[in-house]
DNA sequence: CCGTAAATGTCGTCG
DNA sequence: CGACGACGTTTACGG
């Protein structure tokens, strides 16, 4: 990783058309060749970026104390030049290959915990398949209650708008299939909005939150006392 | 802003729990508070993050040279807990206020670009206005085909299906107005993905791909001949 | 590799 | 402050 702290301008080409004018930045080269431009504020963007695979170009007409140019480019031909116009700080460092992330209490997990104690719903339910495909898109999970009709939920985290008008979708393409119709649906998350509660009735779908403790609780051997 | 390279592991508790074993990595905190980890590759994503609004505590039980912690928290509670073992590398860097990134348009551009060239839907059509209001927000653009009837046409740049849902409920509100109705619409994009081509269909909602050099060509005086 | 959905999305704008 | 839509979204996952 090398660590450039710079006065410099930047101008991206590529899906869009981008200048910055010039400025001190951090400029960020990665060891697999990506550069972004940093300000001094927002954590989480750069300004300015070019995501790997990409090559940068450095030019120093002037020698090493003047200014000079990085060109970085990718395959689609997208271009990020960066003018540089004075180097306060330059570095290298060596970090080897990151262990990588683990996270914990996403959706995904959501799902299988649901998948597993479909009986979450309601006595008698019974999983028929989880991501179960339509023409547009998966079905978080498919499965029917106590007395055999096709219900079909939809998991979020956060239970919004936009979910009910997924689930809605899915409903309107199921109940096309006389061999599974009527089906009904229920929506699903830790949390719900009113919003999404009131759109919910009104399409006849049933709302249910999760207790994502309780899920991963029942599931987690460790947390047994037998 | 300041760079620290330091061997850490680090915790997130919040909106989701994640966690990073110990290894060499970038502190990246800026003049906002904001803190990010990053490893050496990709340019855009921090493994980790805390967004400003925040507060950092740091302590070092041993000294100045030995390991510490940095407990970064926020108003809403989360917390970013970094423990750090060894730094290489501490340097601070005063940028000052960045004068800000100037962007140069895309799905803006296209709408005024289709308004003057509406003729590209079809024979005969002709612009009504762009930006039509209606109760729940203005549509792209409202016009009339050869045969006078009203078209209602939702730009994006890439359509997907969020995009259809959208026209659909314009077309909805605008077929209510018997001085517009019946209404059709029409879903142009510079690509269209094959889910919001069967959802657009079902709806009866025709689709336009965009060519946007070819629509800008036209419109481009550098590129004319005469 | 393409298509689809999730994201600690983030970041504007507008009510 | 919350909802809505755009983003060079990026990123992960499944066929």
Redesign the interface.
Known sequence: ?R?V?ARCSVDYVG???????M????L?V???G???V???????????????PCSTRETYPDGAGGGGHWTVTNKAGEQLLITIEEI??D?R??????????????EAHLQELLAEQIGTLGDGYRLVRREYPT???PVDILCRDAAGLTVAVEIKRRGEI?GV?QLT?YLELLNRDPLLTPVRGVFAAQAITPQARVLAADRGISCVTLDYDALRGVDDPSSRLF
């Open positions: 990783m660590l702290i899906r869009l058309t981008a200048h910055l004018p400025a001190l930045r951090l960020l990665k060891a697999d990506s550069v972004s940093h300000a001094d504020d927002r954590a989480y963007k750069p300004l300015n970026w070019m995501s790997p306060l700080h570095s460092h060596d970090l080897g290959v990151d262990p990588g992330l683990r996270k914990d209490g996403v023409a547009i898109g936009d008008e979708r």
